[in-house]
Each structure stands twice: as structure tokens, then as C-alpha cells.
């Protein structure tokens, strides 16, 4: 089918799923943890825990994978999973406008099919003597 007698929603849909850009499944949290020395005061203080540390955490294969990031790594990582967001709601858009456009022609094979109803075709079919079996 020719992009242009595509529906105007599919067709503007499509384009902007269509420009690629970096994205990243999975989320990005903010971690403040106890060190390892029994005399710091973040083992008795949760304010004074150390941190933040980014962690960019992911789901794989069902298990969860984890990375630690720099700050500066955080920032753009940030950037990529709010991208992510953005790309998972134009597919839920793309879907429901394919889905209108498959309504669309649900509805016009329905108006045809009600165009030819049964019974209206000239011809008839002949009666068929039923066959009986024989005694013996």
C-alpha cells in the first residue's frame, strides 16, 4: 500500500517512530550506603550515609541487572530512559491508530456484505430427493 493513501494518524505516527535516537529500557535510582568502617558515623546516622551512587538497573532474561554510573553518565542516562518513556507511548498511539484504521475497514466490509444479503441472488438451488437405503 502507497504511504500516501494511508490514514493521516498512522502515517504521522509511523514518521516519528520512524527517527531513530538513543534510548535505554530500565530506570535509574539513587543509592546512600554504609561504608565498611565501624567507627563512620553513616552506620549511625542515615543522613550521613554516603552517596548518592546512580544505579541504572534493568531487566534481563528474569533477572535483574544493576550498573553504577558517574554522575555525569547519570545525566544521560536520565535523558535516555525519559526517551524510552516518550518511544513506549507513541507505539501505544501508533496502535490505537492502526487499530482505528483496522475498525475503519471492519466497517466497510460489513456495509458491503450487507449489500449482498442472502437470498437475493436471482438463481435457486434445486431440492434433492433424499436417498434412502433399501432393506434387504
Known sequence: MPIDDLPSDVRSTAAVLARPQPMRRGSLGERFMKCGKPTCAC??????R??????????????????FLTPAQANVARTQVARA???REQIEEYWQACERWADTELEAAAADAGAAKKGASGTRSRPRSVKRSRRS
Open 43 to 48: 552506620h549511625s546516622d542515615p543522613d550521613a
Open 50 to 67: 554516603h552517596g548518592p551512587y546512580f544505579v541504572l538497573t534493568r531487566g534481563v532474561e528474569h533477572t535483574t541487572r544493576s550498573r
Open 85 to 87: 518513556a516518550g518511544f
